[in-house]
Structures are given as structure tokens and as C-alpha cells.
T-cell receptor, first 115, second 111 residues
Framework: SAVISQKPSRDICQRGTSLTIQCQVD?????MFWYRQQPGQSLTLIAT?????????ESGFVIDKFPISRPNLTFSTLTVSNMSPEDSSIYLC????????????FGQGTRLTVV | GQQLNQSPQSMFIQEGEDVSMNCTSS?????WLWYKQEPGEGPVLLIA?????ELTSNGRLTAQFGITRKDSFLNISASIPSDVGIYFC???????????FGQGTRLTINP
């Protein structure tokens, strides 16, 4: 499985500011995914990021709030914009398994607290 | 949309006991995945199931893909303290590469 590194691992941010989370993979992957995990909750998909095209957002998530970059096949960023306390969550980067496989592998996550 | 209902939501057991949790859906899934998440970490894939009726083991963990393709269960035998964590089932949304997750089962073990 791929090794996925996320930075930062945690942060405390002031409301109204923005935070960019980085995800680096040790191998080239076609699809990268960003999830949100609110406190005590399950994982919810924010968007799918493919290299060379705009990210595809799930219902309830918009590009203005969660802009995503995917400049190459090993890297992606998620920005949480104009943060409010409700954005306090764990944000997780994920990549697909082997070609054709449906399992996904995750980074260690970024624990964000907005004050 | 496709949803996964996982139960129980939490379990409190004694070390050495066996554990069973399950995941159901009103929709058919072609793959069932079981993950474990420990505090401060991302989910780690434990077992992947690809065929209805399939029974797969990974050490003390055993998972089955239900015949109807609408359910799956995960068993842990002879639990140990390091089994503590949250266990999630997941499956791919039909026609897409993305996953939907169950609500999770939080496992607590009393030594």
C-alpha cells in the first residue's frame, strides 16, 4: 500500500482564517480523496481530486470553502477557508488502492481546532 | 443514496472475550471493507471482501461478505488491549471509486 504523509498533523486556528493541508504520497496515484471526520463521527467524503482537472465535490461541500489543488500524481492540498468553530474536525487524505481495486488507504489525518 | 448501518455503536468487553459487529445496507455492495482507527491516526484497512459469501481471516479477525450482498460482519477472537479503537465498515458507491462509511463501532476493553 502507498505511504501517505499529511501536514500539519494538527493545528489550532483563529476563526476567519484559512488553513492549507498538504498530502504527499510515495507513489503516483490517479485518484486522491479528501474526507472530513467531525468529532465522534464517521468519515464524510468532501471531494475527489484528479490531476489535471477540477476536483469533484460531494453534496454539501463547495469549492469556495474547500479549494483543492492537485498539481501532480503524488501531491494534493485541501484548504479550509474562512474557518469557523464548526470546521473543527479531522481532515483525512486518502488514495485508491492498486489499479482497479476499490479499497482506499489513508494518511494520519490533520486535527483542526478553530477557536 | 447508499448508506451503511453499523452496529453496535459501542462495545465494552473484558480482555479475552470475542467480539462481533456487523454492517447492513438497503443497497447491494460489490465490495466490503473493514477499517480500524486508533486515536490520532487515520483508518487502517483490516480486511477487504470481494465476493458474496466470502469468509476472510487476518490473524484473530474474521470477516464475511453476506450472501445477499447487503451485509457484512467482523469478528475478533480472544480480544487483547491493542484491539481498542473504532472499527468502520465501508463500501464503494455504485459506479464510482469513492467509499461510503458506516458510523463506526467503538471498542473498549477492560483488562
Amino acid at each position: 500500500s502507498a505511504v501517505i504523509s499529511q501536514k500539519p498533523s494538527r493545528d489550532i486556528c483563529q476563526r476567519g482564517t484559512s488553513l492549507t493541508i498538504q498530502c504527499q504520497v510515495d507513489s503516483q496515484v490517479t485518484m486522491m480523496f479528501w474526507y472530513r471526520q467531525q468529532p465522534g463521527q464517521s468519515l464524510t467524503l468532501i471531494a475527489t481530486a484528479n490531476q489535471g482537472s477540477e476536483a469533484t465535490y460531494e453534496s454539501g461541500f463547495v469549492i469556495d470553502k474547500f479549494p483543492i489543488s492537485r498539481p501532480n500524481l503524488t501531491f494534493s492540498t485541501l484548504t479550509v477557508s474562512n474557518m469557523s468553530p464548526e470546521d473543527s474536525s479531522i481532515y483525512l487524505c486518502s488514495v485508491e488502492g492498486a489499479t482497479g481495486a476499490t479499497e482506499a488507504f489513508f494518511g494520519q489525518g490533520t486535527r483542526l481546532t478553530v477557536v | 443514496g447508499q448508506q451503511l448501518n453499523q452496529s453496535p455503536q459501542s462495545m465494552f468487553i473484558q480482555e479475552g472475550e470475542d467480539v462481533s459487529m456487523n454492517c447492513t445496507s438497503s443497497s447491494i455492495f460489490n465490495t466490503w471493507l473493514w477499517y480500524k482507527q486508533e486515536p490520532g491516526e487515520g483508518p487502517v484497512l483490516l480486511i477487504a471482501l470481494y465476493k458474496a459469501g466470502e469468509l476472510t481471516s487476518n490473524g484473530r479477525l474474521t470477516a464475511q461478505f453476506g450472501i445477499t450482498r447487503k451485509d457484512s460482519f467482523l469478528n475478533i477472537s480472544a480480544s487483547i488491549p491493542s484491539d481498542v479503537g473504532i472499527y468502520f465498515c465501508a463500501g464503494p458507491i455504485q459506479g464510482a471509486q469513492k467509499l461510503v462509511f458506516g458510523q463506526g463501532t467503538r471498542l473498549t476493553i477492560n483488562p
